[in-house]
């Protein structure tokens, strides 16, 4: 599981590595913004979270955001499912990964 994110506009992509994380089940991800900082959390519950990355980035109001699926190999293709995708505006979360 990666936390991948573009610190500047048409930049480098830098990335955290969930460590021995090669993911074959279920889990929940979440991505948290507090003004210009964006936090990933992974959880295999739903309920209890656990931080992935965070970093700040100079951002307007309103961002992109995106989830993906990736072998890690150009010449092998992968698909996902991704359900329960859910958009809750900052004042809701408070900074907070939701429980």
Known sequence: MFFQRRLATGGATSQTILAGARI????WMKLVRSGDTLTGYWSSTGTSWSPLGSD???????VLIGVVVTSGA?????????????IVPESTSAGQPFQ
Do not use: H, K, P, Q
Request: aromatic content about 8%.
């Open 56 to 62: 700040t980035i100079s951002m307007g109001a309103n």
């Open 74 to 86: 150009s010449t092998v293709s992968s698909t996902a499912t991704f359900t329960d995708l859910d």
């Open 24 to 27: 074959t089940a279920s889990y």
